[in-house]
């Protein structure tokens, strides 16, 4: 049986998907140039991964001579709304202040970082 295509993105998609954010338009050599050596990645596991990207709806290609063009359709942004609303339904049953006290608990959060949460939650009031 085929497993089920996952909407939200894998860390190899993430980077790859970190490129095309920064640069834009890229052919899988753009990306592949792109990318830290560490570790090295084939060019057809980017090429790949890319079209995982395109079938998921995270990217769309054109055509520029005999390459292709990989151009997001989905914004960084998007993407983390996305990926925060899978995160809060599959492990805080939908609770945001869940989450957020998950996060003030668990994580070293230092004082000016502290500073502008409370002023943001004081602008939300």
Same mark, same amino acid.
């Given at each position: /049986?085929? *497993?089920?295509?996952?909407?939200?993105?894998?860390?190899?998609?993430? *980077?790859? /998907?970190?490129?095309?954010?920064?640069?834009?338009?890229?052919?899988?050599?753009?990306?592949?140039?792109? !990318?830290?050596?560490?570790?090295?990645?084939?060019?057809?596991? =980017?090429?790949?991964?890319?079209?995982?990207?395109?079938?998921?709806?995270?990217?769309?290609?054109?055509?520029?001579?005999?390459?292709? !063009?990989?151009?997001?359709?989905?914004? *960084?942004?998007?993407?983390?709304?996305?990926?925060? *609303?899978? !995160?809060?339904?599959?492990?805080?049953?939908?609770?945001?202040?869940?989450?957020?006290?998950?996060?003030?608990?668990?994580?070293?959060?230092?004082? =000016?970082?502290?500073?502008?949460?409370? /002023?943001?939650?004081?602008? /939300?009031?």
């Amino acid at each position: /049986m085929a *497993r089920k295509k996952s909407p939200t993105l894998t860390e190899a998609e993430v *980077r790859l /998907m970190n490129v095309l954010w920064t640069r834009g338009a890229s052919t899988v050599n753009d990306v592949l140039d792109a !990318l830290p050596d560490n570790p090295p990645l084939a060019y057809s596991t =980017v090429l790949t991964t890319l079209r995982i990207l395109e079938g998921k709806g995270y990217l769309k290609h054109k055509k520029d001579g005999r390459a292709f !063009l990989y151009v997001p359709r989905v914004q *960084r942004d998007q993407a983390r709304r996305s990926a925060l *609303r899978h !995160l809060l339904s599959r492990f805080y049953e939908n609770s945001a202040e869940q989450l957020v006290l998950n996060i003030l608990k668990n994580e070293k959060l230092d004082a =000016v970082e502290l500073r502008r949460l409370r /002023m943001m939650v004081e602008e /939300m009031e």
